[in-house]
């Protein structure tokens, strides 16, 4: 795997994807939060949850994190993820990083601490990547398909 910058990160080859910009990831956060809180408004609204400020925010809480856990599970994207065309894979062997490590994962995220200091490594990897063994990397642009016949 290799940085934006063309770096090894380290314990890595240096073959492979690019890792992704912290730009992208935040925007992916922000579409999963978003998606999260739009659910949790929709249950109140349904009145499945309580409508107190702290419940319902507690609720998103629970919420992202239980969707992250379980679409970083059994996957390697979340929504946003995938609209930002990034990836959250394991930094041992590039596939999902499994239940346990991405409930690890999505907890510590959504402290936001922790995400804030992928700002500082060098490799933009934040205390939850680096709690859950994971990394984030540009997913490259699908290649077009051409029709027989040449267009």
Not at 98 to 104: D, Q, W
Not at 122 to 127: F, M, Q, S, T
């Amino acid at each position: 795997m290799t940085s934006e910058r063309g770096a090894n990160t380290p314990g890595t080859t240096g073959a492979g994807q690019d890792l992704a910009s912290l730009l992208g990831r935040f925007v992916a956060v922000f579409i999963d939060w978003a998606a999260c809180t739009v659910l949790a408004i929709g249950l109140n609204w349904l009145d499945l949850v309580t409508a107190d400020p702290f419940g319902q925010a507690v609720l998103r809480a629970l919420l992202f994190a239980a969707y992250y856990a379980v679409a970083l599970a059994f996957g390697t994207q979340t929504l946003g993820m995938r609209l930002m065309r990034i990836a959250c894979v394991s930094a041992d062997h590039g596939g999902p990083i499994g239940f346990p490590r991405a409930l690890v994962r999505a907890v510590l995220l959504s402290l936001l601490i922790p995400a804030l200091t992928a700002l500082v490594h060098p490799y933009h990897r934040g205390l939850h990547d680096l709690a859950a063994g994971s990394v984030m990397l540009q997913v490259p642009a699908p290649a077009e398909k051409t029709r027989p016949g040449g267009r």
